[in-house]
C-alpha cells in the first residue's frame, strides 16, 4: 500500500452515525433544516451526542463538520424532491401525484455523496483524534 495512506472508521462509529443520523431523525428534523438552521442545530445535537462515546474532541469535529455538509446537501435535496402533490380540480379532495425520475436519480445521489462525506470526514478524525 506504498503511496496511499489507508483511512479506517470502526464499525461502531457507522452505527453510531446510522442511529443518529437516521433512526432518531424525526420526520420534522429531516424536513425541516433544509430551511431552520434552529432545526438543522438539534440534528446535529442528537448526531454528535451519538458519537460523545468515541471522545468528546472527535464527536465536537464531527458535529461541526455534520452542521457545513448537511447545510448544504439538506438544501439540495429540497429542491431536488421528485414528489409533485397537487389538488385534482375535477374531484375535490383529490389528488394527481407525478414523480420526476431526473430528480429522483439526483436526490439519491446528493444523499449518496452526504454519507460519503460524513465517512471520509469520520475516517480522517478518527486518525488525528483517537
Not at 4 to 19: R, S
Request: hydrophobic share 50%.
Amino acid at each position: 500500500m506504498t503511496g496511499f495512506m489507508v483511512l479506517t472508521v470502526p464499525l461502531w462509529v457507522v452505527f453510531a452515525h446510522f442511529i443518529g443520523d437516521f433512526v432518531l431523525q424525526s420526520n420534522r428534523l429531516g424536513v425541516g433544516k433544509s430551511k431552520s438552521n434552529f432545526l438543522l442545530l438539534q440534528h446535529i445535537a442528537i448526531v454528535t451526542a451519538c458519537l460523545l462515546p468515541f471522545g468528546l474532541w472527535f464527536a465536537l469535529a464531527n458535529g461541526a463538520c455534520h452542521f457545513v455538509t448537511d447545510y448544504v446537501t439538506s438544501r439540495m435535496t429540497s429542491k431536488l424532491w421528485f414528489i409533485d402533490v397537487k389538488p385534482f380540480e375535477m374531484y375535490p379532495g383529490t389528488f394527481t401525484v407525478k414523480l420526476d425520475e431526473k430528480k429522483r436519480h439526483n436526490f439519491f445521489v446528493v444523499i449518496g455523496a452526504d454519507q460519503v462525506l460524513h465517512y471520509i470526514v469520520y475516517a480522517v478524525t478518527w486518525r488525528l483524534l483517537v
